[in-house]
């Protein structure tokens, strides 16, 4: 049972466009938001994150939006580098009775083309 | 400040053979979790420490996988048989807080790519 679900494995966008990453959940139980992203042979770092009440969180050149009613968040990165070629992943977390229960989704690879 | 310490990086095995992983959050951190990443997945969590204690295993392979975690700071994954589909990268997590939103940012360790073959 998947609960987060990234559709698309992999992504190709040219330098200085926007990179528009989606992210699709099934339990509305999901109180907070997160997206990760992971470097070859890196452990995934932290990016920016959202809260179940929020519908956007902006940081510099990435915003994520978070449509409830739909079960979709997707991160926004205006305008893409190279460096930003990485696999992002998207997460999202519940309280399960003193703790939170986090769940990823399975990436995306987004290739930032000179 | 240091980040998370995992050792050993890389790590080939027979299958049937016992493998030990560890970890060393970030100092003051009070959530440990052991994560395992398939190839083309998402990290999968096996394993949630809040202090010493755990409180999430139901993902863990218990007939196999055990993890501990010392006096609430290092912890230690073992693998004993190792199977094949246990080939994955093994990545360690640690956050300051227990109660959720930004305090639970996850700061991961590089990880310890395990072959079993």
């Known amino acids: 049972d998947q609960q987060v679900k990234q559709n698309s494995p992999s992504l190709s966008v040219q330098e200085g466009r926007i990179s528009i990453l989606n992210c699709d959940y099934t339990?509305?139980?999901?109180?907070?938001f997160l997206w990760y992203k992971k470097y070859p042979a890196e452990g995934p770092t932290f990016l920016i994150s959202?809260?179940?009440?929020?519908d956007k969180n902006e940081d510099g050149r990435f915003t994520v939006f978070l449509n409830k009613s739909a079960k979709h968040l997707s991160l926004h990165i205006v305008p893409s580098q190279p460096g930003d070629s990485a696999v992002y992943f998207c997460?999202?977390?519940?309280?399960?009775?003193?703790?939170?229960?986090?769940?990823f989704g399975t990436g995306t690879k987004l290739q930032v083309i000179p | 400040e240091a980040g998370v310490a995992q050792s050993p990086r890389y790590k080939i095995i027979e299958k049937r053979q016992s493998v030990a992983f560890w970890c060393n959050p970030i100092s003051g951190h009070a959530t440990l979790y052991w994560y395992q990443q398939i190839l083309g997945q998402g990290p999968k969590l096996l394993i949630q420490?809040?202090?010493?204690?755990?409180?999430?295993d139901s993902q863990l392979p218990k007939d196999r996988f055990s993890a501990e975690r010392l006096k609430g700071v290092d912890s230690t994954l073992k693998i004993q048989p190792a199977k094949l589909e246990d080939s994955a990268v093994y990545l360690c997590a640690s956050s300051l807080g227990v109660g959720g939103g930004s305090t639970d940012t996850q700061y991961f360790g590089p990880g310890t790519r395990l072959t079993v073959l």
């Open positions: 959202i809260s179940s009440i929020k």
């Open positions: 339990n509305s139980m999901f109180d907070y």
């Open positions: 420490f809040q202090n010493n204690g755990v409180v999430d």
């Open positions: 997460a999202a977390t519940v309280d399960s009775g003193g703790y939170q229960k986090v769940t």
